[in-house]
Protein backbone atom coordinates (compact mmCIF):
# COMPACT_ATOMS: atom_id res chain seq x y z
CA UNK A 1 0.00 0.00 0.00
CA UNK A 2 1.11 3.62 -0.93
CA UNK A 3 1.01 6.46 1.28
CA UNK A 4 -2.10 7.99 -0.73
CA UNK A 5 -4.20 5.01 0.01
CA UNK A 6 -4.03 3.55 -3.42
CA UNK A 7 -3.41 -0.30 -3.92
CA UNK A 8 -2.05 -2.05 -6.59
CA UNK A 9 -4.17 -4.59 -8.73
CA UNK A 10 -3.23 -7.94 -10.40
CA UNK A 11 -1.85 -5.75 -13.52
CA UNK A 12 0.36 -3.67 -11.48
CA UNK A 13 -1.77 -0.64 -12.04
CA UNK A 14 -2.75 1.26 -8.46
CA UNK A 15 -6.28 1.82 -7.88
CA UNK A 16 -8.81 3.35 -4.93
CA UNK A 17 -8.60 0.61 -2.26
CA UNK A 18 -12.31 -0.35 -2.39
CA UNK A 19 -12.06 -1.03 -5.70
CA UNK A 20 -9.60 -3.93 -5.18
CA UNK A 21 -11.74 -6.16 -2.69
CA UNK A 22 -13.79 -8.12 -4.65
CA UNK A 23 -13.68 -9.04 -8.44
CA UNK A 24 -16.84 -7.66 -9.05
CA UNK A 25 -15.48 -4.05 -7.80
CA UNK A 26 -12.68 -4.35 -9.59
CA UNK A 27 -14.66 -4.10 -13.21
CA UNK A 28 -17.05 -1.50 -11.33
CA UNK A 29 -14.31 0.59 -10.01
CA UNK A 30 -12.58 0.45 -13.66
CA UNK A 31 -15.06 0.27 -16.59
CA UNK A 32 -18.16 2.69 -14.70
CA UNK A 33 -18.04 4.41 -11.05
CA UNK A 34 -17.22 7.64 -12.49
CA UNK A 35 -17.89 7.92 -15.53
CA UNK A 36 -20.65 10.25 -16.98
CA UNK A 37 -23.98 9.07 -17.52
CA UNK A 38 -26.51 10.65 -19.15
CA UNK A 39 -30.20 9.87 -20.06
CA UNK A 40 -33.27 9.65 -17.88
CA UNK A 41 -33.82 6.21 -17.85
CA UNK A 42 -29.93 4.82 -16.89
CA UNK A 43 -29.78 7.78 -13.95
CA UNK A 44 -33.55 7.01 -12.89
CA UNK A 45 -31.72 2.87 -12.31
CA UNK A 46 -28.97 4.42 -10.32
CA UNK A 47 -30.63 6.34 -8.32
CA UNK A 48 -33.09 3.62 -7.48
CA UNK A 49 -29.76 1.15 -6.89
CA UNK A 50 -28.83 3.59 -4.32
CA UNK A 51 -31.65 4.13 -2.65
CA UNK A 52 -32.04 0.43 -2.52
CA UNK A 53 -28.03 0.38 -1.38
CA UNK A 54 -28.84 2.78 1.88
CA UNK A 55 -27.68 0.90 5.09
CA UNK A 56 -26.19 -1.87 2.73
CA UNK A 57 -22.99 -2.57 1.04
CA UNK A 58 -22.78 -1.81 -2.39
CA UNK A 59 -21.48 -4.91 -3.45
CA UNK A 60 -24.68 -6.32 -1.95
CA UNK A 61 -26.29 -4.13 -5.01
CA UNK A 62 -23.93 -4.73 -7.26
CA UNK A 63 -24.43 -8.77 -7.35
CA UNK A 64 -28.23 -8.32 -7.39
CA UNK A 65 -28.12 -5.45 -10.29
CA UNK A 66 -29.30 -8.22 -13.31
CA UNK A 67 -31.80 -8.84 -10.67
CA UNK A 68 -33.14 -5.70 -9.82
CA UNK A 69 -33.17 -5.20 -14.16
CA UNK A 70 -35.41 -8.07 -14.66
CA UNK A 71 -37.60 -6.64 -11.44
CA UNK A 72 -38.17 -3.49 -12.56
CA UNK A 73 -38.23 -3.76 -16.43
CA UNK A 74 -34.68 -2.48 -17.33
CA UNK A 75 -35.59 0.58 -15.30
CA UNK A 76 -37.57 1.95 -17.89
CA UNK A 77 -39.52 4.87 -16.49
CA UNK A 78 -42.34 4.43 -18.50
CA UNK A 79 -43.07 0.64 -17.48
CA UNK A 80 -42.16 0.85 -14.01
CA UNK A 81 -45.19 3.91 -13.58
CA UNK A 82 -47.35 1.54 -14.95
CA UNK A 83 -46.39 -1.18 -11.92
CA UNK A 84 -49.18 -2.04 -9.76
CA UNK A 85 -50.44 -2.99 -6.44
CA UNK A 86 -49.85 -6.43 -7.54
CA UNK A 87 -46.29 -6.21 -8.57
CA UNK A 88 -45.59 -4.20 -5.67
CA UNK A 89 -46.76 -7.77 -4.12
CA UNK A 90 -44.33 -9.44 -6.76
CA UNK A 91 -41.43 -7.45 -6.07
CA UNK A 92 -41.87 -8.24 -2.52
CA UNK A 93 -41.73 -12.22 -3.14
CA UNK A 94 -38.48 -11.56 -5.53
CA UNK A 95 -35.41 -12.86 -4.24
CA UNK A 96 -33.29 -11.22 -6.86
CA UNK A 97 -33.69 -8.36 -5.41
CA UNK A 98 -33.80 -6.36 -1.64
CA UNK A 99 -37.19 -6.91 -0.37
CA UNK A 100 -37.80 -3.89 1.25
CA UNK A 101 -41.36 -2.42 1.01
CA UNK A 102 -40.39 1.55 1.64
CA UNK A 103 -37.79 1.18 -1.00
CA UNK A 104 -39.98 -0.65 -3.63
CA UNK A 105 -42.39 1.66 -3.05
CA UNK A 106 -40.53 4.24 -3.35
CA UNK A 107 -38.93 2.94 -6.48
CA UNK A 108 -42.22 2.90 -7.97
CA UNK A 109 -43.68 5.99 -6.76
CA UNK A 110 -40.65 7.90 -8.21
CA UNK A 111 -41.27 6.51 -11.93
CA UNK A 112 -44.96 7.77 -11.69
CA UNK A 113 -43.55 11.27 -11.24
CA UNK A 114 -40.80 11.12 -13.33
CA UNK A 115 -43.26 9.61 -16.08
CA UNK A 116 -44.79 13.02 -16.35
CA UNK A 117 -41.72 14.85 -17.01
CA UNK A 118 -40.46 15.94 -20.24
CA UNK A 119 -37.85 13.92 -21.81
CA UNK A 120 -33.74 15.04 -20.28
CA UNK A 121 -35.49 16.43 -17.60
CA UNK A 122 -34.20 14.28 -14.79
CA UNK A 123 -31.12 13.96 -16.59
CA UNK A 124 -31.23 17.72 -16.76
CA UNK A 125 -31.85 18.33 -13.11
CA UNK A 126 -29.22 15.63 -12.00
CA UNK A 127 -26.13 17.82 -14.20
CA UNK A 128 -27.19 20.81 -13.05
CA UNK A 129 -25.59 20.05 -9.56
CA UNK A 130 -22.84 19.13 -10.75
CA UNK A 131 -19.72 21.33 -9.53
CA UNK A 132 -19.29 24.02 -11.70
CA UNK A 133 -15.41 23.89 -11.27
CA UNK A 134 -13.72 20.03 -10.43
CA UNK A 135 -12.41 19.48 -6.77
CA UNK A 136 -8.63 18.41 -6.11
CA UNK A 137 -8.16 14.79 -6.32
CA UNK A 138 -8.46 13.07 -3.02
CA UNK A 139 -5.29 11.75 -2.02
CA UNK A 140 -6.89 8.84 0.66
CA UNK A 141 -10.69 7.69 1.14
CA UNK A 142 -10.17 10.51 4.37
CA UNK A 143 -10.71 13.44 1.95
CA UNK A 144 -13.60 11.83 0.38
CA UNK A 145 -16.68 13.39 1.85
CA UNK A 146 -20.55 11.36 1.99
CA UNK A 147 -22.09 15.31 1.67
CA UNK A 148 -21.18 18.18 -0.08
CA UNK A 149 -23.83 21.56 -0.45
CA UNK A 150 -23.99 20.34 -4.27
CA UNK A 151 -25.59 16.57 -3.13
CA UNK A 152 -27.64 18.22 -0.48
CA UNK A 153 -29.10 21.03 -3.39
CA UNK A 154 -29.57 17.82 -5.38
CA UNK A 155 -31.67 15.80 -2.83
CA UNK A 156 -33.40 18.78 -2.00
CA UNK A 157 -34.24 19.43 -5.57
CA UNK A 158 -35.42 15.94 -6.23
CA UNK A 159 -37.68 15.93 -2.75
CA UNK A 160 -39.18 19.62 -4.42
CA UNK A 161 -39.89 17.55 -7.25
CA UNK A 162 -41.44 14.98 -5.53
CA UNK A 163 -38.70 11.97 -5.53
CA UNK A 164 -38.60 9.77 -2.41
CA UNK A 165 -36.05 8.06 -0.62
CA UNK A 166 -33.07 10.48 -1.54
CA UNK A 167 -30.84 12.28 1.01
CA UNK A 168 -27.57 14.18 0.83
CA UNK A 169 -25.58 10.92 1.12
CA UNK A 170 -27.50 8.90 -1.12
CA UNK A 171 -27.18 12.10 -3.85
CA UNK A 172 -23.72 12.07 -2.97
CA UNK A 173 -23.02 8.40 -4.19
CA UNK A 174 -25.26 8.77 -7.03
CA UNK A 175 -22.98 11.85 -8.50
CA UNK A 176 -20.13 9.69 -7.66
CA UNK A 177 -20.87 6.76 -9.56
CA UNK A 178 -22.39 8.67 -12.46
CA UNK A 179 -19.14 11.38 -13.02
CA UNK A 180 -20.61 14.22 -11.45
CA UNK A 181 -17.62 14.22 -9.10
CA UNK A 182 -14.43 12.12 -10.00
CA UNK A 183 -13.74 10.70 -6.28
CA UNK A 184 -11.02 8.41 -7.59
CA UNK A 185 -7.91 9.36 -5.52
CA UNK A 186 -5.19 10.46 -6.95
CA UNK A 187 -2.68 8.43 -8.77
CA UNK A 188 -5.60 5.60 -9.55
CA UNK A 189 -5.61 4.17 -12.84
CA UNK A 190 -9.06 5.17 -13.56
CA UNK A 191 -9.01 9.02 -12.53
CA UNK A 192 -7.70 9.92 -15.85
CA UNK A 193 -9.17 7.22 -17.70
Known amino acids: MSGTGLLAGADGGLRCPWGLSTEDYVA ?11 GDDALYER ?6 QSGLSWITILRRREGFRKAFAQFEIAAVAEFGPADAERLLADEGIIRNRAKIEATLANAKVLAGWQPGELDGLIWSHAPKRPGRAPRSTADVPAVTPESTALAKALKKAGIRFVG ?5 ALMQACGLVNDHLAGCVSREA
Open 28 to 38: YHDTEWGKPVH
Open 47 to 52: LCLEAF
Open 168 to 172: PTTAY
